[in-house]
Structure formats: structure tokens, C-alpha cells
């Protein structure tokens, strides 16, 4: 039986898993790939299949593990976004060299622009780098259908191959038509190899050159990977310009040329750009006076082209090499092309006077902050407060939002909060000043990549306050549960590791929980902290502020709701604004004072505290 | 339906935690049966908190497209904030639009530690209606709080949009598609959102 059904991006890519026959599925959430698996689990719930699916502790971890049950000869998938991908580089680079039985999937999302990332970087790179196949959908639909295609050549050339899809494709909705999805019967076995499955250099120096022999016949294939890889060269006909584009940019230049119908312009669709299609590129370079390269987010293809008089893109800046390629930006780089060429230009939409109105009228900015209730902001307050000269070294999540209060003055990667915490301790050390130092790691990113810096801190005897902001959920990219909690991705029990339990065994022996709705005890507890830092027998600190986030956990997170109003002692000194930033606390220009938005008010009753005239009070 | 237009570009904006994404899905879900191919770009992320988000849905009767809308290619514009629906129109508008605004601003940070003014409400509708071909509002959040919760403010706003008759939205398609999406419990609330948007929202 069939459906019809509109899919998430991310859930198209899930659909193309599971009619793959996928066997085991493993991630670790991240924007814009978190959707991934909650889908797989969505799927496998409504079509009664027995997929094995986990939310790993890493990325590096979820790779390991959906490589092993490929190495038992199953099909197995790891799901992450791009950056995540750095952090399974390690295996990635090696299981190239090795490869598979079953088929193995890496799904690594890219986020150009970036929307939620800390680079743009393009995973169809570290596909060259690792010297693994890689393919680039422009659309859900392709991303499903090309799972299967990944699946089929990673089994039969015993490689790993990359699915990257970016961001629109991922955060894209389409409608499907799907059904009839069955489990894959493949047991696990494992024949003992150890010259390949335990390879030592030598027998490593054997599989590279084994690697780039599936790496040439792979290339071939590209040649004619129709409908991944195409041109609509007419037979014989020479063009001024033609456009090579692949993935997302690919569906952008496709739509503005037929809107536009430029049939003089023909395109080299290049969604299987690695191992490079050298033969299908010449055909239409040979066609073609000056080829327009397009791609996100770097030089993969143009790269690969070699010929700098021929090729316009970001080396000859006629691409930009930074953002996202929006059909904007697609537009008015052809548009600026076509004239630098003496070409007829697209057409002008004489939409000017709009963009100029709204740009005069200068809106107000929006930008992200922490939500009415948030436990962070209460944690933020009380630590700027208790130290408030100390470097605030942090990580990512929502409370990297913390920055908005003046509690966040580093971001750099996952589980860097500790690890620049203790870098910035011995420089300061060394020079023989006393810098205080506040470090802060959410729940979720501390199992990801805390415990490494917490042990080397606590070994190499460094000195600073870490306060693990536990909400018990990853918040950020959409309530995935934690080892905190002993929820696994199905729902299913699994046994619940507590913070405490994890920080100990770090060697830290300063351990306490507090609840930060309690500015006074978190505060207290902070100067207890500071005193345990400082004593020559002490060490590092470590602060649990534990409690549940407001939107995973509405009822639970706030149980005695408290009305609050501000009264006629307001001053108007800003401090709330500046200290606390709460979305429900705003200058009413009428009252010619601050007053509570009671629609946005989440009832936690923690700023009846901060107000420094006591004008917040419970109504 | 077939439109002037194909794609019929539709863009639902607001602030995050408003539902936006959840109206772009409904509406979604409403047109799918009728036969159209629906394809949804959303812009979200580290926007979900209290940033600016914005659903694209293109609506043909024969392919899917791009997931985002080109600027100046909206047809029809539905913000659940009105500066939001001023931004979007200043990119995405063209002068024969048609919008509906929800009358209710959420302030930005900025503006509620008193650093910048939020634009006079009136003034935003002004030049709203100096960007479209006509403009629908009414404040849905008043009817939303009424009901006991803000959140139901995207759902007073699919009804209104189903007054505009430029999409086939019709009170048994919206029951269809809130079925399976949101929680059964609330599926009264969600009709009585919409019965009383349809029932609330102006041309002005």
C-alpha cells in the first residue's frame, strides 16, 4: 500500500535508509541533521521493522559503531552535521583505506550560510580528503533516491560513500509517495582478516593502493551517473557559456534558467562530483567557450577543472566564497557573468523601490535569546555575579545564547568550554597571575566531549569552576534525550549514567548540584567553589546547576508558577535588561518603566530577585 | 485550483515560538489532497529562539521547485508578527501581494531594554499596504489569549487565510490535516482557532 506524504528533507533521507534496507542507524543530533533519526524511529514504528537505531554519545562513536555492523555484513548508516564529521575524522580516514562488507553511509549535512554552525565548511572536501566517493542531492526526493545508489556502490566496491546533503535540502518539505517498506534479513558474521581489519602499515600501504583503484572505477561510473550527473549539450553545437552546478544549486540555477528560458545557456548537472567525472567535464568544457562553475560551499569542481582561463567561479571571483548561494545571490552572479560576457542579462524585476523603502525604514534587529524561563539565565545571572571579573569560557548549545548576558566570552567547539578553561589557567599560571576562570558545558556536550578535558584538567592539576548546565535534554537541536536520562532514540530504557557519576570518575572530587532557580544557594555554592579552587589541595570545581528545560518539559520545569509585576520603584536602570535579558521584561514606553509581557511570562519567578530596587515583585 | 501563477508562492513568517513552522506544515497538509506538489523551504536553527523564521511553500500543479523563494517572488504573505511581515515584504514582495498581518508585535531584545523603538504599529500597516496589492489584519494573538493561550495564534491565522479564498483551505481539509500533527487533545482548540480567525480578520 502506497501513500502520499509530505517529508521533512531529513525524513526523506530516513524513507531512502529504510528502503534500503538499512539495518542499524546511529547519530548524534546536530542542525540541520537532527531530524534524521527520529525519522528512521517515526518509520520503523509505523512499518513494524526491527532497524537497530541509537543516538550515540559522538559522532566519532556513531561512526565506530554503524562501521561495525557494515564490517559484519550489514547495511549500516551514521548520521551528523558536518562539523560533527571533524570530530569522526579520525575513523573516516581509516575505514576509506579498509572499507566494508555491508554497505556503510556517512550522512554529514552542510550548513552553508552558516545558520547554525561555527564554519561552512563542505563535507564534499573531507569526502577528497578521505578518498571516499560522495554524492550531492538538490532536492529531498534525490537525497532519498540516491541513499539507495549509496548503499549499492559501497557494498560493491567495499568503500565507504558520503551522502551530503545541505541545509535546503535537509529543512526542505516535498511530498512523497512511499510505502511497503520490509526488513533486511542480512545476518552478521565476521571472518577473522586481521591484514585488513587490524592493518599495519605495510598491509595499510597495500589498501591505498587498492583504494584508488575502486576510487578510478568509481569515477567511470560517474561519468553516466544519470540522473545525478547530466548535460543538455546538443550534439555538435558550441555555446558561449555553460553553467556546471551541483547539489542545492544546482535545483536553483535549473529553476531561474527555465523561468527565465535561456535554452541558450546549457548545464552540466554535477551531483556525484567525487570521484571526479573527468571525461563527462571535458565533453561539455570542450563545448562550451567559458564554463560558469557553481557549488556549495567551496572549490570541489572547480577544483578538479584545471583550466583557470575557462573556468569562472571562486578562484576568478565570479562566485562568492563565503554564505549561502540563495537564488539571489544564484541570480545576480549569472546576471554579472552574462554582462562581463556581452550576453543578453536575465530580466529585471524593478523590485528596487521595495528592498530600498524597507532598507531606509531600518527594523529592528531580532536576534536569538534564551527563553522566558530558561534555567541558563538564571545560571548566567548568578555566576556573572558571584565572579563577575572571571573569563567565561563556553561551549555549544542554547546556552552559548549566554553571550547576550555577558556570560560567554569563548565558543570555539564541542567540549572547548574545559579544555580553554585549563589552557587559559596554565598561561595565566605561568606568569604567576591569579586569573579566575568560569567554565560552562551543557549536559548533552559534556557526555559528547567533556570527559577527555576533565580528566587531562584534573591530571595536569589546573584550576577553575566548571558549571555543567543540565537541563537534561540536548535543548538546541530539538529534545534528544541524554545518558542522563537512560532514554534511548526509541524510547525504549536504557541505563541512566548520571553527571555525578561521570564527573567523578574524572578525578574531580568538588561535586555539587544545585538548582539555579536558586540565585542564592547557586551563588553561595560558586563562592564555595572559588574557595576550593584556591586551596592548595584543591582542584577543579564542579558545579551541577541542574533543572529541566522549560520547552521539553513544560509542566515539570516550572511547578509553582509565580505571577510577577513591576511596580512604580522601577528606576529604569536597565540592569534586568542588561543582567537578566528575559523576552517578558520590557520598557513599556507609556508607563515610562520596565512591566512584565505576560503572554511571553513564564511564571518561574527567578527575576524576583534580581532587581536591585526590589520593583519586581509577585503579584 | 489552478493559479495565475506557477508556483504560487506563499511565505509564512513571525518570530520563533510562534508555530510558524507548524502553520507552514498544516497548510501544507490542507493543500496536498487537493493534488497540488507542495514544496516547503524553512529557515530555522538558532533562530527558533526568539529570532526571526520563515516558511517558504510553493504551490504547483505540475513540479516541484527550489525550496526557496526568489526575492520579490511572493504572492502571498501571512506573518505572524507585523514586522516580520514589513521585513519579508521588503524582500521577497512585489506589487501585487496580498498580505495578512497579525496586528500584534513581540518586541526584540533591543527594543525591550529601550535601545532602539519599535516602529508605531500603525506605520507598519501603512507601508504594508504601500507594498501590497491588499492587505488583511486583524490581531490574532487578542483571539489566541482569549482562548486561554497565545500559541493557538497560528491556527486563528490559517482560518483567516482561508477567508483571503486564494487557496482552497476549507474548515474539513484543516481538521484532516491538524489530525496526526498536533495533539489530539487540543484538536477542539485548534477548530475553534480557526473558526474564530475566519470569523475575525478585516481587509483594511
Not at chain 1, 57 to 85: I, P, W, Y
Not at chain 1, 243 to 260: K, N
Not at chain 1, 334 to 344: A, F, H, R, S, V
Not at chain 1, 355 to 376: A, D, M, N, Q, Y
Request: charged share 20%.
Amino acid at each position: 500500500m502506497t501513500q502520499k506524504e509530505i517529508f521533512l528533507g531529513n525524513g526523506a533521507i530516513a524513507l531512502g535508509l529504510l528502503e534500503a534496507g538499512c539495518q542499524v542507524v546511529t547519530s548524534y543530533p546536530g542542525t540541520p541533521s537532527s531530524e534524521i533519526l527520529p525519522e528512521v524511529v517515526r518509520l520503523i514504528k509505523s512499518a513494524g521493522l526491527n532497524t537497530y537505531v541509537e543516538w550515540s554519545t559522538n559522532e566519532k562513536v556513531a561512526f565506530d559503531n554503524a562501521f561495525a555492523a557494515a564490517v559484519s555484513g550489514k547495511r549500516a548508516a551514521c548520521c551528523m552535521k558536518q562539523v560533527g564529521l571533524n570530530v569522526a575524522a579520525d575513523s573516516l580516514m581509516s575505514a576509506a583505506y579498509i572499507g566494508n562488507m555491508g554497505g556503510f553511509v556517512i550522512i554529514s549535512c552542510d550548513d552553508p550560510g552558516p545558520h547554525s554552525s561555527q564554519t561552512e565548511q563542505d563535507t564534499r572536501l573531507m569526502a577528497r580528503f578521505a578518498k571516499v566517493p560522495v554524492l550531492d542531492p538538490s532536492s529531498p526526493e534525490e537525497a532519498r533516491q540516491m541513499v539507495a545508489v549509496a548503499f549499492d556502490l559501497s557494498e560493491e566496491f567495499q568503500v565507504p560513500v558520503i551522502l551530503r546533503p545541505a541545509i535546503r535540502v535537509c529543512h526542505a518539505r516535498e511530498s512523497l509517495t512511499w510505502g511497503g517498506l520490509k526488513n533486511n534479513e542480512q545476518k552478521a558474521s565476521f571472518e577473522r582478516n586481521p591484514g585488513r581489519w587490524a592493518a599495519t602499515p605495510r598491509f595499510r600501504f597495500i589498501l591505498h593502493g587498492e583504494l584508488n583503484g575502486k576510487l578510478k572505477e568509481i569515477g567511470r561510473r560517474f561519468e553516466k551517473l544519470d540522473p545525478f550527473n547530466f548535460h543538455d549539450l546538443k550534439p555538435g553545437e558550441k555555446y558561449p557559456l555553460g553553467i556546471l552546478a551541483g547539489g542545492v544549486p544546482y535545483s536553483v540555477v535549473r529553476d531561474i534558467l527555465s523561468d527565465e528560458d535561456r535554452k541558450d545557456i546549457p548545464v552540466l548537472k554535477m551531483c556525484a562530483p567525487h570521484p571526479f567525472p573527468e571525461g563527462l567535464a571535458k565533453e561539455f568544457m570542450s563545448a562550451c567557450e567559458k564554463v560558469l562553475v557553481i557549488e556549495e560551499t567551496d572549490t570541489v569542481i572547480e577544483y578538479f577543472l584545471r583550466d583557470s582561463e575557462k573556468v569562472l567561479g571562486r578562484f576568478s571571483d565570479h562566485v562568492p566564497s563565503e554564505g549561502e548561494l540563495v537564488p539571489e545571490v544564484v541570480y545576480g552572479l549569472i546576471n554579472k557573468t552574462l554582462e562581463g560576457l556581452q550576453m543578453k542579462g536575465l530580466s529585471s524585476d524593478g523590485r528596487q523601490s521595495a528592498v530600498e523603502l524597507v532598507k531606509g525604514l531600518e527594523l529592528p534587529i531580532r536576534k536569538p535569546t534564551l527563553c522566558p524561563g530558561c534555567p541558563h539565565r538564571a545560571s548566567f545571572f548568578a555566576i556573572r555575579k558571584a565572579r563577575p571579573k572571571a573569563i567565561f569560557t563556553s561551549d555549544i548549545g542554547c546556552y552559548t545564547l549566554g553571550i547576550n548576558l555577558g556570560g560567554v566570552d569563548t565558543c570555539l567547539d564541542m567540549g572547548a568550554g574545559i579544555t580553554m578553561a585549563s589552557g587559559f589557567y596554565h598561561s595565566f599560571a605561568q606568569d604567576q597571575v591569579d586569573q579566575p576562570i568560569v567554565a560552562t558545558i551543557g549536559d548533552s556536550t559534556f557526555y559528547h566531549s567533556g570527559t577527555a578535558g576533565l580528566l587531562n584538567a584534573v591530571y595536569n592539576d589546573s584550576r577553575f569552576i566548571l558549571v555543567i548546565l543540565d537541563n537534561q535534554t540536548t535543548a538546541m537541536t530539538g529534545m534528544q534525550p541524554t545518558p542522563g536520562l537512560g532514554i534511548r532514540a526509541d524510547g525504549t530504557k536504557g541505563k541512566m549514567i548520571p553527571l555525578e557519576r561521570v564527573v567523578a570518575g574524572c578525578g574531580v572530587d568538588f561535586i555539587e548540584v544545585v538548582d539555579p532557580y536558586d540565585l542564592e544557594a547557586m551563588n553561595k555554592l560558586i563562592k564555595k567553589a572559588v574557595e576550593y579552587t584556591n586551596d592548595p589541595a584543591g582542584g577543579v570545581a564542579v558545579i551541577i546547576a541542574r533543572h529541566p528545560c522549560v520547552i521539553a518539559y513544560r509542566e515539570e520545569a516550572i511547578p509553582q508558577k509565580k505571577k510577577v509585576v513591576v511596580t512604580e520603584d522601577c528606576v529604569e536602570c536597565n540592569f534586568c535588561h542588561d543582567r537578566f535579558e528575559c523576552p517578558a521584561l520590557y520598557k513599556d514606553t507609556d508607563l515610562g518603566r520596565t512591566a512584565v509581557d505576560q503572554t511571553l511570562c513564564a511564571q518561574c519567578g527567578v527575576c524576583l530577585d534580581i532587581c536591585p530596587k526590589g520593583a519586581i515583585i509577585e503579584a | 485550483m489552478v493559479f495565475q501563477k506557477d508556483p504560487f508562492n506563499v511565505i509564512i513568517g513571525g518570530v520563533g515560538g510562534q508555530g510558524n513552522v507548524i502553520a507552514s506544515q498544516v497548510l501544507g497538509r490542507i493543500l496536498l489532497p487537493k493534488g497540488y506538489v507542495i514544496t516547503i523551504g524553512e529557515t530555522y536553527g538558532a533562530s527558533q529562539r526568539g529570532g526571526a523564521v520563515m516558511s517558504h511553500l510553493r504551490i504547483s500543479a505540475k513540479d516541484q521547485f527550489s525550496p526557496l523563494i526568489p526575492e520579490g517572488q511572493c504572492d502571498l504573505l501571512m506573518a505572524l508578527e507585523p514586522v516580520e511581515g514589513l521585513r519579508i515584504l521588503g524582500q521577497y514582495g512585489n506589487p501585487s501581494v496580498v498580505s495578512l498581518i497579525n496586528t500584534r508585535p513581540i518586541h526584540p531584545i533591543e527594543i525591550i531594554s529601550g535601545q532602539t523603538p519599535y516602529p508605531d504599529v500603525s506605520e507598519v500597516l501603512r507601508r504594508i499596504g504601500e507594498l501590497s496589492k491588499g492587505v488583511w489584519a486583524f490581531n490574532a494573538t487578542e483571539i489566541a489569549l482569549e482562548m486561554g493561550d497565545p500559541i493557538f495564534s497560528n491556527m486563528v491565522m490559517l482560518g483567516a487565510l482561508s477567508m483571503l479564498d486564494m487557496l482552497q483551505i476549507d474548515r474539513q481539509g484543516f481538521e484532516q490535516a491538524i489530525g496526526g500533527l498536533l495533539s489530539s487533545g487540543r484538536l477542539a482548540q485548534n477548530l475553534e482557532a480557526f473558526d474564530r480567525g475566519k470569523m475575525a480578520v478585516e481587509k483594511i
